[in-house]
């Protein structure tokens, strides 16, 4: 089959330009793609609009590279943790649109499936509706949202084979798999990657029609952002 | 006497049936997981992905591959199932979840909801907040009757941002449990230990409507 597996980060996200729009998956920090990140704050392009859940922390994840002012605009449903981003979206250095997370989630999945648009319920009455059509069926009403693509997609996986086939590992499938498919390019890194053949085609969670480059991921600190125990 | 944070988790739990699939937001609604019966079967959803949410692991559990929606370290239980926030989301829309419980800064007397935004503070986002209140069949608010101000929550119209329309089906709050009876108002189904009827229509801003004795919530 064909094989997409390139050497490293530095070299998959090279081709990533400033302006680009790009989407990083995960949830809070559980599933992001560390190395891309780390590729990208060294490669140093600017201008990003990235679409991602959250925005990191201050020096993990998306954080990182809003601390080095790649990042001009956010497109995400829950960025709270952040003290660098608030102080950036308060000078008026940083735009933000925030979303629905389900909303979110569907655009990206309707920008990779070749929908262009769809009704939902989230934000009827709320200032996400301001400006949205409003379209009633079986007597409720819901608000007409977009699809969301992107010039890159970065996404973290568990195992993947040099075809492009990923699997995920947890709650660290999250917005990973709908990325994947909303990307013009789609990178993906992952923990193990294994020779075509070696994953067992019944348990893949995204085929490898959607990734055009892989590598082998390397160093992985998964912070934890909530560590909680029971004892 | 006003109930605490366990005491609604705890009343808010004697709602719950076996069979329904929950999903419990931050805070109280989080707690309600530890007073369920132990005969009422439930699965609880994380809508970052994830149905059969199971304890906090022992300290050698620790996945960081593993979290629910609040971000904090979780474990599985036997027959839980993974899949992607888009499928999750679908659940949701496609209202599979039985029960939604979520705390509130503010509710009105038809059910809206306000939770998500304070004008002038830090805005955090609505995270899964609004796709749960647009289209679960059951929502349950967990919340203090009266802000820290001293200001009524339970509202004629809410003055914060709106997370959802006409969507609130049942209060819990320190004081009282309400259900909202669309048109109508605020109707007290309850009352806190020792707390009288004059007492909740003093900290009720919105309608509320009395019907003959309200009784007492029994709180194991």
């Known amino acids: 089959m064909i094989n997409k597996v390139v050497e490293n980060a530095e070299v998959a996200v090279r081709n990533i330009k400033d302006y680009n729009v790009i989407m990083l998956g995960g949830f809070g920090l559980c599933g992001i793609p560390e190395n891309c990140i780390t590729a990208i704050l060294k490669l140093g392009v600017k201008g990003l609009t990235c679409i991602s859940n959250n925005a990191g922390v201050d020096d993990f994840g998306i954080g990182l590279l809003l601390q080095t002012r790649q990042v001009d605009k956010m497109i995400s449903s829950y960025v709270g943790e952040n003290a660098e981003f608030e102080r950036q979206l308060l000078a008026g250095e940083l735009q933000v649109e925030l979303l629905p997370q389900g909303t979110l989630a569907e655009r990206i999945r309707a920008g990779g499936a070749g929908i262009p648009a769809f009704f939902t319920p989230a934000g009827v009455g709320t200032e ?40 995920f590992k947890g709650t660290a499938r999250n917005f990973n798999p709908m990325m994947a498919t909303a990307g013009n390019i789609t990178i993906a890194e992952v923990e193990e990657l294994v020779p075509e053949g070696s994953l067992d085609p019944n348990q ?17 600190e998964k912070r934890i952002e909530q560590y909680t125990t029971s004892s | 006497m006003a109930l605490d944070k366990i005491g609604i988790a705890k009343r808010i739990a004697q709602e719950i049936q076996t069979g329904w699939y929950i999903n419990l937001g931050i805070g109280i609604p989080t707690l309600v997981a530890n007073y369920l019966p132990e005969a009422v079967e439930v699965v609880l959803q994380s809508e970052n992905g994830l149905l059969g949410i199971g304890p906090f692991p022992g300290k050698n559990e620790v996945d960081p591959d593993l979290i629910n929606a609040g971000k904090q370290t979780i474990t599985m239980l036997n027959g839980s199932s993974l899949f992607s926030s888009a499928e999750s989301f679908g659940m949701i829309r496609g209202e599979h979840i039985n029960l939604t419980i979520l705390g509130a800064m503010e509710v009105s007397e038809n059910g809206d909801i306000a939770n998500w935004k304070i004008p002038g503070k830090m805005v955090k986002g609505m995270g899964g907040a609004m796709d749960l209140v647009a289209s679960a069949k059951n929502i349950i608010v967990a919340m203090q009757h009266v802000s820290r101000s001293g200001d009524s929550k339970l ?61 007492e919530m029994t709180i194991n």
């Open chain 1, 128 to 167: 996400v509706g301001q400006g949205k059509e409003v379209r009633t069926f079986n007597g409720k009403d819901y608000l007409l949202e977009f699809w969301l693509k992107a010039d890159f997609s970065l996404v973290k996986a568990w195992k993947g084979d040099t075809a492009g086939n990923l699997i």
């Open chain 2, 155 to 215: 509202l004629k119209e809410c003055t914060l941002p709106i997370t959802g329309l006409r969507c609130v089906k049942k209060i819990v709050t320190d004081l009282a449990v309400l259900e909202i009876s669309p048109g109508e108002g605020f109707r007290l189904l309850e009352r806190a230990p020792g707390i009288s009827v004059e007492e909740i229509k003093h900290a009720t801003a919105g309608k509320i409507l009395v019907t003959g004795d309200v009784p």
């Open chain 1, 204 to 220: 893949i969670h995204t085929p490898g029609i959607y990734v055009q480059k892989i590598f082998q991921g390397t160093n992985y």
